[in-house]
T-cell receptor, first 116, second 117 residues
Framework: NAGVMQNPRHLVRRRGQEARLRCSPM?????VYWYRQLPEEGLKFMVY????????ESGMPKERFSAEFPKEGPSILRIQQVVRGDSAAYFC??????????????FGSGTRLTVV | AQTVTQSQPEMSVQEAETVTLSCTYD???????LFWYKQPPSRQMILVIR??????QNATENRFSVNFQKAAKSFSLKISDSQLGDTAMYFC??????????????FGKGTKLSVKP
């Protein structure tokens, strides 16, 4: 039973390029959360998605960032025209279609994005 | 808005000894969940222990236990018989129980724990 799979593990982008981060939730999990971790900081919530729906994007920057969770395939976090301040570790977590706190969240290993 | 505070940026402990990591939080809710996550150098976020606010009994998982003081909004983690593999960042986190738009985790800034041989 594979856990939450994130790829790539490391991603290097030049300023102005696009970054695409992928997350496949655990089998049976239909809720996906994206978090960002800046150096020496805890994780900060970005967006919460269910299949084909964005439920809460209150933590997403208003520009350049978008997320999707299509009916088929992984969830994608997309960052357009990356800047140095986007350099961070991006984590995905999934939970079952129930009260998330009952089961906790299963995290992926994260994608470390470096903008040069 | 809910906040989580970890006042100890770094701690160290000798192998086999006991260490306690502090966490306080602020919320007006009466029901919620609290978590401790471990993040070793591999960066993987690993759930250590979970506490439901309406349960008075403190959660325990092997060498890990919590001291949950609801009135004081305090949720400390005690690690007994510390092992070298316990060396990691430890994050305290809070969430509402209902999932959905309130289900996201709110994290503290973490405590870096070093276990010394």
């Amino acid at each position: 039973n594979a856990g939450v799979m994130q790829n790539p593990r490391h991603l290097v982008r030049r300023r102005g390029q696009e970054a695409r981060l992928r997350c496949s939730p655990m089998k049976g999990h239909s809720h996906v959360y994206w978090y960002r971790q800046l150096p020496e900081e805890g994780l900060k919530f970005m967006v919460y998605l269910q299949k084909e729906n964005i439920i809460d994007e209150s933590g997403m920057p208003k520009e350049r960032f978008s997320a999707e969770f299509p009916k088929e395939g992984p969830s994608i976090l997309r960052i357009q025209q990356v800047v140095r301040g986007d350099s961070a570790a991006y984590f995905c977590a999934s939970s079952p279609p129930a009260r998330a706190g009952d089961y906790g969240y299963t995290f992926g290993s994260g994608t470390r994005l470096t903008v040069v | 808005a809910q906040t989580v505070t970890q006042s100890q940026p770094e701690m160290s402990v000798q192998e086999a000894e006991t260490v306690t990591l502090s966490c306080t939080y602020d919320t007006s809710e009466s029901n919620y969940y609290l978590f401790w996550y471990k993040q070793p150098p591999s960066r993987q976020m690993i759930l250590v222990i979970r506490q439901e606010a309406y349960k008075q009994q403190n959660a325990t998982e092997n060498r890990f236990s919590v001291n949950f003081q609801k009135a004081a909004k305090s949720f400390s983690l005690k690690i007994s018989d510390s092992q070298l593999g316990d060396t990691a960042m430890y994050f305290c986190a809070f969430c509402h129980p209902y999932g959905g738009s309130q289900g996201n985790l709110i994290f503290g800034k973490g405590t870096k724990l070093s276990v010394k041989p």
